[in-house]
């Protein structure tokens, strides 16, 4: 265990970090916005105490970021920074309980995995500020359970975790697991037991239950919606189903690569053993990462809804483990150098993949392509049936209304007329549009949902016009618009609105 590092090892990291966050920054301006991202930008409009989908951090966060950038893709920086920071608190949490050489190669190695270099470290979601909470409260409990802290320090630390973890309740419910994760480390370590009979450790649940507060009043006011839509995810259903905890497991695996994946688990596995004779250092490791790893993973089991992201805060916490390992087998620059170079590679596929679609080309037919969510909707803004704009618009899915409302802009209101609006039906109510006449944007395969079920809201439809959206010379997407006049009555919404 290392008190302080010296200024060269910090200065090693730090260049780590910049580095990376030079290729995230450059990364996210040659991509769009994805769907999820432009869904975020939308709902988070409007200040909320939380939101329907997560608690509110990131929503706050998206919501600055576009006041100050636009609901463009520079709303992502202020992401990008937080897992710099995420980045810089798991190497010093490796550095303390190891060395400089195992925190270096911590840090390269979760900067040089897929989803910790894209999802986590570039997009507007809830990731990145989730995994710089947890970061933040791991580092205040090796301070506390692994190192012996000066009395006036104790306190302190303390509530720097509490916080922390408020902060990590506040950007995703998962955070509860890694919580119960270090609870279970206190009731199972000799040097953490003696914190149970302890005041602190308390006052600190209580500041993290104060800090997460917001969410439990907003759930309150509206019928718990968001806690019972994200508990619906992993209900029951009938039978048991192991090909679905297989699929969790393989989607882990294209999360964070084979090998990446392979290294982790001999990691983890040396450090339950480690663990088990005693060592804090291992223990504490792995209990953080055990909760979200193993409830998300065996979750479909059972006929929930499991989704690989949902594991990744579990990872992250192997990563010192890993680096002790790589450290101690002796992989160092050139290793280094070999995987940067194949995300770098990762990247560039992707990036010319969304921009030109060329793997269609290829193959010479449409294939099934998940860049496609990144697809520019700008077009949009310029099709003859939104000029003038509209009353409102209306979407028939809650990732619609994402694209539609950034490529619209925040002036136009959007409505989700589906079961499953999500956050955008708490942005407006449908009532007080009655009588007005709105615009429907939609996938062209939606044009015959729109016409026999939806045209009962209005007086009548209008004819509707095509937009073909492309990339690379292709037609990748066709987009109906269709106006809709004099609307009779809101479409009914299935979660409770609660006080304006």
Not at 84 to 98: D, K, P, S
Not at 232 to 242: I, K, N, T
Request: aromatic share 12%; with cysteine.
């Amino acid at each position: 265990m290392n008190a302080a590092a010296n200024p060269a090892e910090t200065r090693r990291a730090l260049s780590v970090l910049a580095a990376f966050a030079l290729a995230r920054l450059v990364f996210m301006a040659t991509l769009g916005l994805g769907r999820d991202e432009a869904y975020t930008l939308v709902v988070s409009r409007r200040l909320a105490l939380s939101y329907f989908d997560h608690p509110p951090l990131h929503q706050w966060l998206a919501h600055v970021a576009a006041l100050a950038f636009g609901e463009t893709v520079f709303a992502r920086l202020p992401f990008v920074m937080l897992f710099a920071l995420a980045g810089f608190a798991l190497w010093e949490l490796t550095r303390r309980l190891y060395d400089a050489r195992a925190a270096l190669a911590a840090l390269i190695a979760l900067n040089v995995t897929p989803f910790f270099f894209a999802s986590a470290g570039s997009w507007i979601v809830p990731d990145g500020p989730l995994l710089a909470a947890l970061a933040l409260a791991a580092l205040a409990l090796e301070r506390l359970v692994v190192e012996t802290p000066a009395e006036r320090e104790v306190w302190p630390l303390w509530l720097a975790a509490g916080a922390a973890f408020g902060l990590a309740g506040l950007s995703k419910y998962s955070a509860a697991l890694t919580a119960l994760g270090a609870l279970a480390f206190l009731a199972t370590d000799p040097k953490g037991r003696r914190w149970l009979l302890h005041p602190a450790p308390y006052f600190a649940a209580a500041l993290a239950a104060a800090i997460v507060a917001p969410v439990f009043v907003w759930n309150a006011d509206h019928g718990w919606a968001s806690f019972r839509f994200q508990g619906g995810r992993g209900a029951p259903s009938d039978g048991l189903d192991p090909l679905a905890v297989l699929g969790m497991a393989l989607g882990e695996v294209g999360y964070l690569l084979p090998w990446t994946v392979a290294g982790l688990a001999a990691a983890a596995a040396a450090g339950l053993a480690a663990a088990r004779r005693g060592d804090s250092r291992a223990r504490l490791l792995v209990c953080l990462a055990a909760p979200p790893i193993l409830v998300f993973t065996i979750t479909p089991l059972w006929g929930g809804r499991g989704l690989p992201h949902w594991t990744m805060p579990g990872w992250f916490f192997l990563y010192p483990l890993l680096g002790e390992r790589l450290a101690r087998l002796g992989y160092g620059r050139r290793a280094a150098v070999v995987a940067s170079a194949f995300l770098a590679a990762l990247a560039l596929v992707a990036v010319t993949q969304t921009r030109f679609g060329w793997v269609e080309r290829l193959a010479g037919r449409p294939l099934a392509d998940p860049t496609l969510e990144l697809l520019d909707w700008g077009p949009l803004s310029d099709a003859p049936a939104l000029k003038p704009r509209p009353a409102f618009v209306a979407t028939t899915k809650w990732w619609e209304a994402g694209k539609v409302g950034v490529a619209l802009g925040p002036e136009t209101p959007v409505f989700v007329f589906s079961d499953d609006p999500r956050g955008v039906a708490f942005l407006a109510r449908g009532e007080d549009f009655v009588g007005r006449d709105g615009v429907f944007v939609a996938e062209r395969r939606r044009l015959p949902y729109i016409e026999q079920t939806l045209s009962a809201y209005f007086t009548r439809l209008g004819p509707p016009e095509l937009l073909t959206l492309g990339r690379g010379g292709l037609s990748e997407q066709e987009l109906v618009i269709v106006p809709a006049y004099g609307l009779t009555r809101a479409f009914p919404v299935p979660y409770p609105l609660g006080r304006r």
